[in-house]
């Protein structure tokens, strides 16, 4: 049915489906732990799931996906007595089936609706921790709905034995970023390769063959993500062919120099193992190929994708095909805008805007027979990343002129209050300067008034000091004169002295 109402065409030349789709279908529901099994319901739902996850997501158009929806609820109906609605919800949106939940165990069980906001948180915790042991190569990518259905879509794909995936989208649609998330939280290296000037054949084989041994010696389960713009050679993608057609590269092991080296390395593990394998070399790319998970990234833009599909049949028949982001809805826009702007009025704005941009531009495909590459969703990304940084700009251009003007306003208060301080200061200033002059003039009268006493005593000092030179003259003329009569009277005085003396002696005698 799936082959009959959905033909290849020039535009959809990837409609190519045949048995290899429906052992994925059952490959998905044996996924399912039949401890895990309590009704009937859950078996449906699982198969439901997987038939969208293998046919409905490679589809690129909203109504082929109704269409291949209406498929699946007809057999539903006619053969498990069920509907479409049943096995989903009444919108028929997606079911999510994981292994990662902690809940689960590590078993593939459904994420109930109700359980949506604990998936998006775990993967949260799982993107920051990503970033943390990843600091160099951080990622900076908003969860919504879709972002999350994604993220578990890859990881089925790459928990499947031998799984492989091809991406088809724009480029800044998230592929890489969650095709590397998806592997982080199913615990797989992450490996792609350096594209350069000098990067060739050999050394894109050298990488293969490196992760080739890592996945068969090590038992290393990894995702090798590979971009249709790393094609700098056309024996790359060949080479990615094989290993999806046959699950190696040819001639990639020499028999002579590797194969002895991988007999020897393995013989130990396989006495441990319980291996049927007929020889230790099958063992090995066994191994490799249940451990080595290709996720091609391919642009739905361009020729690229259709000329490698119709060279490469690989590329179709033995991946699981997701076509990424047919539409996004309001409420997407919406929350990517505002997780991106944090402004209510302009998160709506864009949402609003880019739906009915979409709306028109799909009204207009026939009319101008050209698809209108305005609608995509990079470009949506790209108008609100380029919004915020036109806002940062004028916000910071006209806050600074804000800051200049708060810092001027500021000061003004600041000088105004100061001023007010400095008059109240200025009146007390006043009235003590009012009382110091008052006591100023009294000090300046009573000091003239002691001048005034001062004067005049210095007058009498200098009249008294006068007087008693003049005393002093008199004095000392009076002294001289009785000096000169004492000098006229000593002869006298001595020959009275002698003349008593002599009688003195005539009367002792």
């Given at each position: 049915?799936?082959?009959?109402?959905?033909?290849?065409?020039?535009?959809?030349?990837?409609?190519?489906?045949n048995?290899?789709?429906?052992?994925?279908?059952?490959?998905?529901?044996?996924?399912?732990?039949?401890?895990?099994?309590?009704?009937?319901?859950?078996v449906?739902?699982?198969?439901?799931?997987?038939?969208?996850?293998?046919f409905?997501d490679?589809?690129?158009?909203?109504?082929?996906?109704?269409?291949?929806?209406?498929?699946?609820?007809?057999?539903?109906?006619?053969?498990?007595?069920?509907?479409?609605?049943?096995?989903?919800?009444e919108?028929?949106?997606?079911?999510?089936?994981?292994?990662?939940?902690?809940?689960?165990?590590?078993?593939?069980?459904e994420?109930?609706?109700?359980?949506?906001?604990?998936?998006?948180?775990?993967?949260?915790?799982?993107?920051?921790?990503?970033?943390?042991?990843?600091?160099?190569?951080?990622?900076?990518?908003?969860?919504f709905?879709?972002?999350?259905?994604y993220?578990?879509?890859?990881?089925?794909?790459?928990?499947?034995?031998?799984?492989?995936?091809?991406?088809?989208?724009?480029?800044?649609?998230?592929?890489?970023s969650?095709?590397?998330?998806?592997t982080?939280?199913?615990?797989?290296?992450?490996?792609?390769?350096?594209?350069?000037?000098n990067?060739?054949?050999?050394?894109?084989?050298?990488?293969?063959?490196?992760?080739?041994?890592?996945?068969?010696?090590?038992?290393?389960?990894?995702?090798?993500?590979?971009?249709?713009?790393?094609?700098?050679?056309?024996?790359?993608?060949?080479?990615?062919?094989?290993?999806?057609?046959?699950?190696?590269?040819?001639?990639?092991?020499?028999?002579?120099?590797?194969y002895?080296?991988?007999?020897?390395?393995?013989?130990?593990?396989?006495?441990?193992l319980?291996?049927?394998?007929?020889?230790?070399?099958?063992?090995?790319f066994?191994?490799?190929?249940?451990n080595?998970?290709?996720?091609?990234?391919?642009?739905?833009?361009?020729?690229?994708?259709?000329?490698?599909c119709?060279?490469?049949?690989?590329?179709?028949?033995?991946?699981?095909?997701?076509?990424?982001w047919?539409?996004?809805?309001?409420?997407?826009?919406?929350?990517?805008?505002?997780t991106?702007?944090?402004?209510?009025?302009?998160a709506?704005?864009?949402g609003?805007?880019?739906?009915?941009v979409?709306?028109?531009?799909?009204?207009?495909?026939?009319?101008?027979?050209?698809?209108?590459?305005?609608?995509?969703?990079?470009?949506?990304?790209?108008?609100?990343?380029?919004?915020?940084?036109?806002?940062?700009k004028?916000?910071?251009?006209?806050?600074?002129?804000?800051?200049?003007l708060?810092?001027?306003l500021?000061?003004l208060d600041?000088?105004?209050?100061?001023?007010?301080?400095?008059?109240?200061?200025?009146?007390?200033?006043?009235?003590?300067?009012?009382?110091?002059?008052?006591?100023?003039?009294?000090?300046?009268?009573?000091?003239?008034?002691?001048?005034?006493?001062?004067?005049?005593?210095?007058?009498?000092?200098?009249?008294?000091?006068?007087?008693?030179?003049?005393?002093?003259?008199?004095?000392?003329?009076?002294a001289?004169?009785?000096?000169?009569?004492?000098?006229?009277a000593?002869?006298?005085?001595?020959?009275?002295?002698?003349?008593?003396e002599?009688?003195?002696?005539?009367?002792?005698?």
């Amino acid at each position: 049915m799936v082959t009959n109402n959905f033909l290849p065409t020039p535009a959809k030349s990837h409609y190519v489906f045949n048995m290899r789709d429906i052992s994925k279908v059952i490959q998905g529901v044996y996924q399912l732990d039949r401890l895990y099994c309590d009704n009937k319901m859950t078996v449906l739902r699982l198969w439901a799931h997987e038939c969208l996850r293998v046919f409905h997501d490679r589809l690129i158009s909203v109504e082929d996906r109704q269409l291949c929806k209406q498929l699946i609820n007809d057999q539903l109906v006619s053969c498990l007595q069920t509907t479409i609605k049943e096995c989903t919800n009444e919108n028929e949106d997606d079911t999510v089936f994981a292994n990662f939940m902690e809940e689960s165990g590590g078993k593939y069980i459904e994420v109930t609706y109700n359980d949506r906001e604990n998936l998006k948180k775990f993967l949260e915790e799982k993107l920051v921790q990503f970033n943390t042991e990843n600091k160099s190569k951080a990622m900076n990518i908003v969860l919504f709905q879709e972002a999350v259905h994604y993220i578990c879509k890859i990881n089925r794909i790459i928990n499947l034995g031998k799984g492989h995936g091809m991406l088809v989208g724009e480029g800044g649609a998230g592929r890489h970023s969650l095709t590397k998330l998806a592997t982080h939280i199913a615990e797989y290296k992450s490996w792609q390769i350096e594209v350069s000037k000098n990067y060739r054949m050999k050394e894109f084989r050298e990488d293969i063959k490196k992760w080739c041994e890592e996945a068969g010696f090590k038992g290393v389960s990894g995702t090798f993500i590979f971009s249709d713009n790393q094609i700098a050679n056309e024996g790359f993608i060949e080479d990615i062919n094989n290993i999806l057609s046959v699950g190696e590269v040819p001639n990639l092991f020499s028999q002579k120099e590797d194969y002895p080296q991988i007999k020897d390395r393995k013989t130990n593990q396989t006495r441990m193992l319980k291996s049927k394998m007929k020889t230790l070399i099958e063992y090995f790319f066994t191994r490799i190929q249940n451990n080595f998970h290709l996720m091609i990234l391919m642009s739905k833009t361009g020729e690229n994708l259709r000329n490698y599909c119709r060279m490469y049949p690989g590329l179709v028949n033995n991946t699981t095909m997701i076509w990424l982001w047919l539409k996004w809805p309001t409420d997407t826009c919406y929350n990517q805008s505002w997780t991106m702007n944090q402004l209510l009025t302009f998160a709506k704005f864009f949402g609003t805007a880019h739906t009915k941009v979409l709306s028109l531009s799909n009204r207009n495909v026939p009319r101008i027979k050209k698809n209108l590459l305005c609608d995509t969703h990079p470009n949506y990304i790209e108008l609100v990343k380029g919004y915020n940084d036109l806002l940062e700009k004028k916000q910071n251009e006209i806050g600074g002129e804000v800051r200049k003007l708060t810092l001027g306003l500021q000061k003004l208060d600041d000088a105004a209050a100061n001023s007010e301080e400095l008059q109240k200061q200025l009146s007390i200033y006043q009235i003590e300067l009012a009382k110091k002059s008052k006591d100023c003039e009294e000090l300046m009268i009573k000091i003239e008034s002691e001048s005034r006493d001062a004067n005049e005593k210095q007058v009498e000092v200098e009249t008294r000091s006068a007087q008693v030179e003049k005393e002093k003259a008199e004095v000392e003329t009076l002294a001289e004169e009785a000096q000169k009569d004492l000098e006229k009277a000593e002869p006298a005085l001595r020959a009275a002295e002698q003349g008593l003396e002599v009688i003195r002696q005539i009367t002792i005698g």
